[in-house]
């Protein structure tokens, strides 16, 4: 079977957060070593139960989970060493704004750059895979008909939008772009996966932040809706399945935007309505009590992941029902 393959030992970088651990998941899966990074001994993180990560099929053999901190990017440097390859999916999330944006940001790029630094004094990592958002190139003012990787957010745009998470996009933004000039100067092989709003099922024991935006008629949080006016979504698997097709495609080069649906508020409620009419979805009438918002009207274009050959897997409907399950089967419904 393709799990007992042994293709190499790669680093996973945040291992608890939802993308991370479902790639973890797939790496396994895949024939690969895994190692993960999870936040140092210092920090409540540490402390909390991560039978999710080490029950996973093949992880009592292949998973070996290290301490590390993006505050101290030579942290990063054990779990890395020997490893042909690592998925740079951890970064600072503070969505309250509790600290200054300036040392967030700063904090994201030195750690980011801490471990690129580390993959090139390895010797034996053959590629990086950071994991970007959509936040990276969706916030202008240009009015474009369609978005792709081409295009990147403007920083002063996000900050006059005065949306929720101002600063996690902001660093966003300047991480992936410091990390491309820094692959760039220093002849290191990184690609960058752009995924938009990530729904799907979650082993992590938390509902996602991400599962919670794009649930929430589901949920009947009508105050979390103000935000639907136009989304783009993409299934969990989906998009480990393109961080680890990225990896092993030889050709692969830059950004890759990974987004297999655009859906309007209108059409998201009548999808959710008709197929799951015993959920407390707030009608259209009663969304009109609120302001919704709608970033970009944009349509987002995979173009290019897609003519890598790469192919999405899940449909709408399948990740919806996935979701939902999982949810039940986790008693957050």
Not at 116 to 134: D, E, G, N
Not at 137 to 153: P, Q
Not at 272 to 291: F, G, H, M, N, V
Request: net charge neutral.
């Amino acid at each position: 079977m393709e799990r007992y393959e042994d293709k190499g030992s790669v680093c996973v970088t945040g291992g608890t957060g939802y993308v991370a651990s479902w790639l973890i998941k797939k790496l396994l899966e895949n024939g690969y070593r895994v190692r993960t990074t999870i936040r140092s001994s210092n920090h409540p993180d540490s402390k909390k139960d991560l039978s999710y990560l080490t029950n996973l099929p093949c992880a009592s053999e292949k998973l070996q989970i290290f301490n590390a901190d993006l505050d101290l990017p030579e942290s990063f440097d054990e779990a890395i060493q020997g490893c042909i390859g690592v998925f740079h999916v951890a970064h600072p999330v503070d969505y309250k704004e509790k600290k200054p944006e300036e040392v967030k940001i700063q904090r994201a790029i030195n750690g980011t750059l801490g471990i690129l630094k580390a993959c090139l004094h390895s010797k034996t990592v053959k590629r990086v895979v950071f994991t970007s958002s959509a936040s990276t190139i969706m916030f202008n003012d240009k009015g474009l008909d369609v978005l792709d990787e081409n295009h990147w957010s403007d920083i002063d745009y996000i900050r006059s939008v005065k949306i929720y998470g101002v600063s996690y996009m902001i660093s966003k933004t300047l991480t992936e772009k410091a990390a491309l000039e820094f692959a760039e100067k220093h002849g290191l092989d990184l690609v960058t996966v752009i995924p938009t709003v990530v729904n799907g099922p979650f082993i992590c024991p938390r509902v996602p932040s991400s599962v919670n935006f794009s649930m929430a008629m589901i949920f009947g949080k009508k105050e979390n809706c103000k935000y639907l006016g136009k989304i783009q979504m993409v299934h969990v698997d989906d998009v480990a399945s393109a961080h680890i097709f990225l990896f092993e495609y030889p050709h692969a080069k830059g950004r890759y935007l990974c987004s297999a649906f655009d859906i309007t508020i209108d059409k998201m409620f009548e999808f959710l309505s008709a197929r799951y009419p015993e959920y407390p979805i707030p009608t259209l009438d009663s969304l009109k009590e609120i302001e919704i918002e709608c970033f970009t009207r944009s349509d987002f274009s995979s173009k290019k992941l897609l003519d890598t050959g790469f192919k999405y897997k899940y449909r709408l409907e399948e990740m919806y029902d996935e979701t939902i399950q999982c949810c039940k089967e986790k008693g957050f419904l």
